[in-house]
């Protein structure tokens, strides 16, 4: 059975911090890992990345993914009370399935 | 362009019972998802229909069940409705080019399903 799992469950950090999310990945048939935000509603997308080694960037946002050794990392600099969110990781089979993880809880302090 | 809607947003069933809850995509999205969202298990999916056909489904017992429509519009119907069937239902829609690849996936708000 398809596994992602997300890591650490939740995070304190104060505003200006840096923080990096992980996400490592047992599936068969790999075909891309997708991020998201969730904060108080529905999850946002936020990157999708199929290539090993190359980093997306958005802003203050960045995500890496090492298909070699099944993870992936979410990077956020300079943290702001808006990014206390849910980030969930989720994996898409080449048989077009979804897998998330439970979420990594971020909470800023200003 | 219109987000993904959901209705009814709240609905609060007693157990044995049935519910249907309604997804319109974005306009132009023929491929609509959806997912279960527990505290306990995070976001599990359903099932995913594209042009009118299941092309996905998890791992849910059959009271599970959807459809989706000539305009896209999706629903999904849970009979015989048990407590742990209480949930933030989800449903997303997303574009799909020529090789089937899931490009963003955009999420509606949710029905928040209550189950007493």
């Known amino acids: 059975e398809d596994k992602v799992v997300q890591s650490p469950l939740s995070l304190v950090v104060h505003e200006g911090d840096t923080v990096t999310l992980n996400c490592s990945y047992e599936v068969t048939n790999f075909r891309s890992l997708l991020w998201y935000k969730q904060e108080k509603k529905a999850p946002t997308f936020l990157f999708m990345l199929t290539s090993s080694g190359i980093e997306k960037k958005s802003g203050r946002l960045s995500s890496i993914l090492d298909k070699k050794e099944l993870f992936s990392i979410l990077n956020i600099t300079a943290t702001q009370t808006g990014d206390s969110a849910v980030y969930l990781c989720a994996v898409e089979a080449t048989n077009e399935k979804l897998t998330f993880g439970t979420g990594t809880r971020l909470t800023i302090i200003p | 362009k219109a987000g993904v809607t959901q209705t009814p947003r709240y609905l609060i069933k007693t157990r044995g019972q049935q519910v249907t809850l309604s997804c319109s995509p974005i306009?132009?999205?023929?491929?609509v998802s959806w997912y279960q969202q527990t505290p306990g298990q995070g976001l599990q999916f359903l099932f995913e229909y594209f042009s009118e056909t299941q092309r996905n489904k998890g791992n849910f017992p059959g009271r599970f069940s959807g459809r989706q429509f000539s305009n896209s519009r999706s629903e999904m119907n849970v009979s015989t409705l048990e407590l742990g069937d209480s949930a933030l239902y989800l449903c997303?829609?997303?574009?799909?080019?020529?090789?089937?690849?899931?490009?963003?996936?955009?999420f509606g708000p949710g029905t928040r399903l209550t189950v007493t």
């Open positions: 997303a829609s997303s574009s799909r080019d020529v090789k089937q690849v899931i490009y963003e996936q955009y």
């Open positions: 306009s132009g999205h023929r491929s």
